[in-house]
């Protein structure tokens, strides 16, 4: 099984996450991968006093279970560069969900208070984290596949935190839009293809 990167991206409620779920399936049954790891940047710890979180993330769990397939989840809120070292390879199937809550996890991972007005500092292990995962991905074996938002065809925001998130977001998405072989936006539940190719 060769090399297959994939981002999958879109909007809220756009049907991203279920399209990449049902792809893993595919590609795990092209592969003969007897599991899926699926690598979750949104875990049970972080969302302990969060209901409406927990309630997205059993949402997700049900629907992975409906679609069939071995499901191995993997929680990661901050080190996904290591996660994906550890679990990618040949034969294996990686889903990665969502890169977004992953970056938002790095910006709170010190818990700064952030100024509302200026320029932001992101904490060390935003840049250590964010390299380590480039890297991890470009590195990668057998199929990864990566879900993330897209948030910057809205309204710019106010707050100097949430525009340099947006900037932020904007620019890993492109960093891994280049290192994967085929690049995915959904809307409205259908796929379009920006990139595709043959491995």
């Known amino acids: 099984m060769k090399t297959r990167r994939t981002l999958v991206f879109g909007g809220a409620r756009s049907g991203k996450s279920a399209y990449a779920e049902k792809e893993s ?8 991968a007897q599991e899926i790891v699926y690598i979750a940047t949104a875990g049970r710890q972080a969302s302990a006093d969060d209901a409406e979180m927990r309630a997205r993330i059993d949402h997700h769990r049900q629907r ?3 679609q069939g397939g071995q499901w191995r989840t993997v929680e990661e809120p901050l080190a996904l560069g290591a996660a994906l070292r550890e679990n990618a390879g040949p034969g294996r199937v990686v889903l990665v969900d969502c890169l977004t809550v992953w970056l938002s996890n790095l910006l709170f991972a010190d818990g700064y208070d952030f100024p509302e007005l200026g320029p932001i500092e992101a904490p060390a292990a935003f840049t250590i984290e ?6 991890a991905l ?5 199929t990864v596949i990566l879900v993330s938002n897209e948030v910057g065809m809205g309204v710019v925001p106010t707050g100097a935190v949430s525009r340099w998130f947006v900037d932020e977001a904007g620019r890993l998405n492109q960093s891994v839009a280049a290192l994967c072989e085929r690049v995915q936006w959904v809307a ?4 379009l293809s920006f990139k595709d190719i043959a491995c």
Not at 130 to 135: G, P, Q, T, Y
Not at 138 to 142: L, V
């Open 64 to 66: 992975r279970e409906a």
């Open 130 to 135: 964010r390299v380590d995962f480039l890297r």
């Open 188 to 191: 409205a539940g259908l796929p």
């Open 25 to 32: 399936v595919l590609a795990a049954s092209a592969a003969g």
């Open 138 to 142: 470009q590195e990668a074996q057998g």
